[in-house]
């Protein structure tokens, strides 16, 4: 099993670029979009897409097939991530009844679009084993390319592994840790190589002002890059790029542009995020349109619009809600996240915050 995970480069020539993409999600349109921004040449450039290409996003199979097409060039290099492993359940009969419970709760899979060509509809009564069969006989192809995708690629100076490693010299022994290690940039150590991971958003790194960029960490060696595609109402898909000893970024999403129509000035003194891991709130009064509650991990006391407001069991949650307005100059170009009647929740240079409602118009 350690060797099947692993994919070893030992020198990557110094004269290409290197791009990283993770969490494309099944985001075939913002994936070409972002390829398109980057100027990608498979011909002059190493494109490492670190997991998750699959699941939650619309255009699953459409996405594999391009990406298959694009692992035809030998710098092209797809990895696995946990979300594609679903694909390895139908290839082997695993996990069957596991399965079709994550079916049901998740509209968009690659397994329904299949499904779908086949004339099949997954839901309770369907029978997991004959459906995993009759699509084994018609996407053989397309399972065991997703099967044969390494977890781990390592480099020269990288090792890019979907959620994370806990050693540098004897990863691969767990490969939960590779595949759902969670908030990976909060419990890992300093590595030689740079770590570059995907697996969760970077905007759950943050408390006080979202941001869905990259973190580039160059003194731990350590570079998370999922900017929350097809996970988050704001999120884009990022693509870290290296080359020549620097690194930069790009990014791409499928959100409305406004331009701001006046300068907006900053009036947070103490900007407040609350991410999913630490959504736990409680409320204290019902204010209408808002709740005035208090934030379990912070002891914070801040009024929450109800639809940021919703339940994990019995608990009260909370989630990418912020209090931040963000600040802006008239002429500005941001992206349009969600409306209210008095403030409009946008994304400027991949941070997210409110802009008063009068002060945007929209671009089209």
């Not at 990557?12 to 985001?27: V, Y």
């Not at 990608?40 to 699959?54: A, R, Y």
Request: proline share 3%; hydrophobic share 40%.
């Amino acid at each position: 099993m350690f060797d099947r995970s692993i994919h070893s480069y030992s020198v990557l020539s110094e004269n290409r670029r290197i791009i990283a993409i993770s969490d494309i999600h099944g985001n075939l349109p913002v994936l070409k979009k972002l390829l398109r921004k980057v100027a990608f040449d498979p011909e002059k450039d190493e494109l490492f897409l670190v997991g998750d290409l699959l699941e939650k996003g619309p255009y699953n199979l459409e996405t594999l097939h391009y990406i298959m097409e694009l692992s035809r060039y030998s710098h092209v290099h797809p990895m696995i991530g946990n979300c594609d492993v679903v694909c390895r359940n139908v290839l082997y009969d695993t996990r069957l009844d596991f399965l079709q419970e994550i079916l049901l709760n998740r509209c968009n899979s690659i397994l329904h679009e299949m499904a779908q060509r086949i004339g099949q509809h997954i839901d309770r009564d369907t029978d997991m084993v004959v459906l995993s069969k009759k699509l084994r006989e018609v996407f053989l192809r397309e399972l065991t390319f997703i099967d044969r995708l390494p977890h781990v690629i390592e480099t020269e100076q990288f090792i890019f592994a979907h959620a994370g490693i806990r050693d540098e010299k004897t990863y691969g022994r767990d490969m939960r840790d590779i595949m759902v290690q969670d908030l990976f940039m909060k419990e890992a150590v300093s590595f030689h190589k740079y770590i570059v991971v995907g697996h969760l958003p970077v905007s759950e790194y943050r408390t006080d002002i979202c941001c869905f960029n990259p973190i580039i960490d160059t003194h731990r060696h350590i570079i998370s890059i999922d900017g929350g595609n097809e996970v988050k109402s704001a999120g884009q898909l990022n693509a870290l790029i290296y080359e020549q000893g620097r690194f930069q970024f790009a990014c791409s999403d499928q959100l409305k542009k406004a331009r701001i129509t006046r300068d907006v000035l900053p009036v947070n003194r103490a900007p407040f995020f609350i991410t999913w891991h630490e959504g736990r709130v409680h409320v204290l009064r019902d204010e209408g349109v808002y709740c005035l509650c208090r934030h379990e991990a912070s002891g914070r006391v801040v009024p929450i619009a109800k639809e940021f407001l919703f339940h994990k069991g019995k608990e009260l949650h909370a989630c990418d809600f912020t209090n931040y307005q963000i600040p802006a100059k008239r002429g500005d170009l941001v992206k349009i996240v969600r409306r209210t009647k008095e403030a409009v929740l946008v994304k400027k240079q991949g941070l997210m915050g409110w802009i008063p409602a009068d002060a945007l118009t929209c671009v089209h």
